[in-house]
């Protein structure tokens, strides 16, 4: 089929090189102009596992192209994707202005046959209807005859670093239309995914389960759905903070929670607090959108209380070991707000960096795909030069490759040997082992599993003499 995918963001991008790789036919288009040229060179302007080689396969395949011109790309697309950023307003409310420019652009260079126009942005509940009122207007001031469109609600769940694997694997597909015709050519497009022939092992699985529903469920089905993860996170972060107060390890009480199949294991990962692109905007728009229909959404206004509260928890944490933290000096591993992406979105390192320059302490940084921030921390080009004469440790991001590091030679190279790990990544016993004074989110402190208020081990009776 023609595809026309509008935006090349994470969504955008990683949807037109898929649907290409699957055997569509994709013009991206963007408006700007760098990054267009940049795509067109085969580079992806974000960092993204799998990405580039299937954008350079295609492109060479001649079933990828990217384009600035957005008449090119609609004349091209059957089916064409909306995929422009809804960002937050300061107000939290999302910020359409991408959205509805592009549909004006749609109603005023609709040509040719029937076209299906697809909402792939997270846009706020109501959206759909509001979105095909525009292209209808555009459509008017025209005065010309057109085919015919229909809008569907097509939300994407792909996580970054993973998002290639997550479109060739999704757990569901949403569509939301009153037309059924449009809703049987998305089935048509997304054919070779819902059968799974580009899954490993598709033989062990059954087809892709699809919702079929209305515009505005559609829309909602997004919303609640990171809505729900984001305070599943917010609510195991709490149970670690209560774990802390009375000794017992978060850890074990996830697992022990997340066996109930009911409960689900993922997204019981206690840390430093959720961030990112999505889970902050979405669950603010959220909030939004209730409060516009008179309904205040005390549970979400929480899950987002309790995840500003958990970004400063290792500020705490950090003034129990270290007493006074003005002329400390801090280093962070990672900065990102998860592994495999360069994404600082949001990220939980930029509130505790703030808070950290408030109270005097300098703070270095380690991360593996981040060469420049505007923040004010020292970048770094290794863990080793990071360690040098720091008075803590802080894992924020949880890459899979630091557990490679050799803790017992950065130990040694810091002023005070502390691990704060943000993300309960690190096994205690070897970090104590590495020679570190370890201290992890809701679990205990020290290497013997006793949590030491009065008995402070060696190393922090040594800090605190030095301060
Ligand atoms: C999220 C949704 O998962 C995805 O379906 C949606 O399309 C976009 O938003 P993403 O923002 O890429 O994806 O990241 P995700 O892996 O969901 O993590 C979000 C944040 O939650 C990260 O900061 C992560 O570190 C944190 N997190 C996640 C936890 O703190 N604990 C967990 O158990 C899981």
């Not at 991008?13 to 994709?26: K, N």
């Not at 609510?235 to 409960?263: W, Y």
């Not at 006074?324 to 801090?330: P, V």
């Not at 790990?421 to 992890?440: L, T």
Request: glycine content about 8%; proline content about 4%.
């Amino acid at each position: 089929m023609r595809v026309c995918v509008i935006g090349t963001g994470y969504v955008g991008l990683v949807t037109g090189a898929c649907l290409a790789e699957i055997g569509h036919s994709v013009i991206c288009v963007d408006k700007n102009t760098a990054k267009v040229s940049l795509m067109q060179s085969g580079k992806s302007p974000i960092f993204e596992p799998g990405l580039e080689e299937i954008m350079q396969s295609n492109m060479q395949a001649g079933r990828l192209q990217f384009t600035t011109d957005l008449a090119v790309g609609i004349e091209h697309g059957e089916i064409v994707f909306i995929a422009v950023g809804t960002p937050a307003l300061p107000s939290g409310e999302s910020d359409t202005r991408y959205v509805e420019a592009v549909a004006r652009g749609i109603g005023s260079n609709l040509n040719g046959g029937y076209k299906v126009i697809v909402n792939k942005s997270t846009v706020p509940i109501g959206s759909g209807n509001w979105v095909q009122r525009m292209i209808i207007d555009a459509i008017a001031e025209r005065q010309q005859d057109i085919t015919g469109f229909d809008v569907v609600s097509n939300p994407e769940f792909l996580r970054e670093g993973s998002a290639v694997y997550d479109t060739f694997n999704p757990d569901r597909i949403v569509l939301g239309s009153n037309s059924p015709r449009a809703i049987a050519m998305m089935q048509k497009l997304y054919a070779p995914i819902i059968e799974r022939k580009f899954t490993v092992d598709n033989y062990l699985l059954p087809p892709v389960p699809m919702v079929i529903t209305d515009l505005a469920s559609a829309e909602m089905i997004k919303y609640a759905a990171n809505a729900f993860l984001a305070t599943k996170i917010s609510f195991i972060n709490e149970i670690a903070n209560i774990c802390d107060r009375v000794g017992a390890d978060v850890t074990h009480v996830a697992k022990g929670i997340g066996l109930d199949s009911r409960i689900g294991s993922k997204f019981l990962q206690a840390g430093i607090g959720w961030g990112g692109s999505c889970f902050p905007k979405d669950v603010s728009a959220l909030i939004h959108t209730a409060k516009d229909y008179g309904y205040d959404a005390q549970l979400l206004k929480t899950t987002v209380s309790v995840n500003k509260r958990q970004r400063l928890l290792i500020v705490e944490k950090l003034q129990q070991v270290l007493k006074i933290l003005k002329g400390k000096t801090i280093g962070f591993l990672g900065l990102t707000f998860k592994p495999n992406t360069d994404d600082l979105r949001d990220a939980p390192a930029g509130d505790l960096l703030q808070a950290l320059n408030r109270l005097g302490a300098k703070v270095k940084a380690y991360d593996p795909v981040i060469s420049q921030v505007e923040a004010d921390v020292t970048l770094v080009t290794d863990p080793e030069q990071l360690a040098q004469g720091c008075d803590a440790l802080v894992l924020i991001t949880d890459w899979q490759h630091f557990h490679n590091l050799d803790y017992a030679k950065l130990a040694k190279l810091m002023t005070n040997p502390v691990m704060i790990d943000g993300r309960n990544f690190f096994n205690p016993e070897d970090m104590a082992k590495a020679g570190f004074y370890y201290v992890g989110i809701g679990r205990p402190t020290t290497a013997n599993g006793l949590r030491s208020t009065s008995a402070l081990p060696t190393v922090t009776n040594e800090l605190l003499a030095v301060s």
